[in-house]
């Protein structure tokens, strides 16, 4: 079975039935589905009965032949996709799983975030005068302007790094993710303006 990686579209190489390693980004990601129709079924000891009648919602022509743990719907073996421990899973309910953030995301998002609250606050601490009598000097300008490009640049360019990391072009890329992008940005903005006002003066 072929697989695509949900974050670069790269190859996946499967190491063992449950893990997955991505060959142009190096990321590792857990199997949870695998289609039906490309493996056996998994044995179960008692066979799962279906109701007289019972269709499956896609496709209701067709008779059901496993009904989905999730949602309880009924689904034909086309809709048919099984978990790594033989549980049956409708389509739905496999693109609604893909949607969420993956740990990996969720990690750059949140280092994102604190590397935006960080320099947001560092920075109130520089502009706010606690430094002013640093500035009387030109060597005392020379390390506040070092300590600002540690302390505001460096944070803001990687915060926006990280957020820029965590989207996704084929998964939902929530609203935090957005704030994040924005926020490091604007701080990377106001670090570059504060740069060039005091290159000129």
């Not at 920075?123 to 540690?150: N, P, R, W």
């Amino acid at each position: 079975m072929e697989l695509f990686c949900p974050e670069c579209r790269g190859r996946l190489k499967l190491l063992d039935n449950q893990t997955a390693h991505c060959s142009i980004h190096g990321g590792h990601f857990q199997v949870l589905y695998a289609r039906g129709a490309t493996q056996d079924p998994p044995v179960l000891e008692t066979p799962v009965a279906m109701p007289a009648g019972a269709h499956c919602v896609q496709h209701p022509r067709l008779a059901a032949t496993a009904q989905c743990v999730l949602c309880g719907a009924f689904m034909c073996a086309t809709c048919d996709f099984a978990t790594s421990d033989g549980q049956h899973v409708c389509p739905a309910c496999v693109i609604s799983s893909r949607e969420e953030m993956s740990p990996r995301r969720r990690r750059a998002l949140g280092w994102s975030y604190a590397c935006a609250g960080g320099a947001t606050l560092l920075m109130a601490v520089i502009l706010s005068g606690v430094m002013a009598s640093l500035v009387e000097t030109e060597e005392g300008q020379m390390l506040v302007g070092v300590l600002f490009l540690l302390v505001v640049g460096g944070p803001s360019i990687a915060g926006l790094s990280l957020a820029a990391a965590a989207r996704s072009r084929q998964a939902r890329n929530p609203l935090a993710l957005w704030i994040a992008l924005a926020w490091n940005a604007a701080l990377l903005g106001v670090f570059l303006l504060l740069c060039l006002i005091g290159s000129m003066s």
